[in-house]
């Protein structure tokens, strides 16, 4: 900071450079504002706590957990694509055709439990990403033939944990 002196020596007066100490003070604001760490108040939880009677029973069934398996040969490709407990074969096009008939099935005998129901996906580890690609577009619509729009099952898809070769 420069102090200069005024026009005069018996004057008396000085004049101070109020510049750098601006820019000083704005970067050290900035500095403040960009090192903030917002954080969230401690022991603010989100909980619902149950009421005092007991909950009556529901007429609603349960949500459904549909779970498909991919199994995979050992060069990667689709070995097998399993529905529950049962398979439905490894011709690419048509078992994930029948896999989205399935859940056609399914979701139109659940009377519009829908937004309820969830697939998880459980692919082995070395498979090809697209075939879990093709499971979830299987799983949650297809285009209708003469609208050509979307026409959406399920929204809800989990991807079971990668399970190396050899865990089972």
């Given amino acids: 900071m420069k102090i200069r002196r005024g026009s005069g020596e018996e004057s008396g007066k000085v004049d101070i450079q109020m510049a750098p100490m601006i820019d000083v003070v704005f970067q050290l604001l900035i500095f403040f504002m960009l090192t903030l760490k917002i ?13 005092g009677s007991a909950a009556a029973a529901s007429d609603e069934p349960p949500p459904l957990d549909i779970k498909v398996r991919l199994l995979a040969n050992p060069d990667g490709t689709l070995g097998q694509v399993v529905f529950g407990n049962r398979p439905l074969g490894n011709d690419v096009p048509a078992c994930f055709d029948r896999l989205n ?3 056609v ?7 519009g439990f829908a937004d309820d129901m969830s697939v998880e996906i459980d692919a082995d580890y070395n498979l090809h990403y697209a075939y879990t690609i093709k499971a979830i577009s299987a799983c ?12 959406r099952y ?7 944990p990668p399970r190396r070769p050899g865990e089972e």
């Fill in 39 to 51: 954080v969230a108040p401690e022991g603010d939880f989100n909980i619902n706590m149950p009421i």
């Fill in 101 to 103: 008939l399935e859940i």
């Fill in 105 to 111: 099935g399914l979701v139109g005998s659940g009377g």
């Fill in 140 to 151: 949650t619509g297809r285009i209708d033939p003469v609208t050509q729009q979307p026409v």
């Fill in 154 to 160: 399920i929204e809800k898809i989990k991807l079971a």
